[in-house]
């Protein structure tokens, strides 16, 4: 009888080192995500900041608070990295950069320069 090849007892998710490529593509459905479930948040916000004056200055306090600025700059930077991948990811349905080399430079760039534009926003803004 053959031998059973060696298998592993368990998966080390922290040893696993995935290509800049798979990454940008996680981050990409991330941020999908994080946009679509942002969106009752913001019809409440409008909502709530068309219904009277008072709903406005509400609407406003609420923006003003910490953690909702720290949520937004997050969604600031899922929708930009979201724009720029998706536009990536039609390029190479396109077959313009589909190469392993020019995939791996686009998906750097892509994180890099939203990294980038996402700091200077949140500099910018916060």
Do not use: C
Request: hydrophobic fraction near 55%; charge should be positive.
């Amino acid at each position: 009888m053959a031998s059973q090849p060696q298998r592993p007892v368990y998966l080390d998710l922290r040893r696993i080192r995935l290509p800049v490529t798979a990454l940008t593509s996680i981050l990409h459905r991330i941020s999908g995500l994080l946009l679509f479930l942002t969106i009752p948040f913001v019809l409440y916000l409008l909502d709530l900041s068309l219904s009277s004056a008072r709903g406005y200055e509400h609407a406003l306090t609420i923006l003003d608070n910490g953690l909702v600025k720290l949520y937004l700059f997050v969604v600031i930077w899922g929708a930009l990295h979201h724009v720029v991948a998706g536009i990536r990811f039609m390029l190479i349905d396109a077959d313009v950069g589909v190469e392993l080399e020019m995939a791996r430079k686009t998906a750097k760039g892509v994180t890099v320069s939203v990294a980038v534009v996402a700091v200077l926003t949140g500099i910018l803004w916060l």
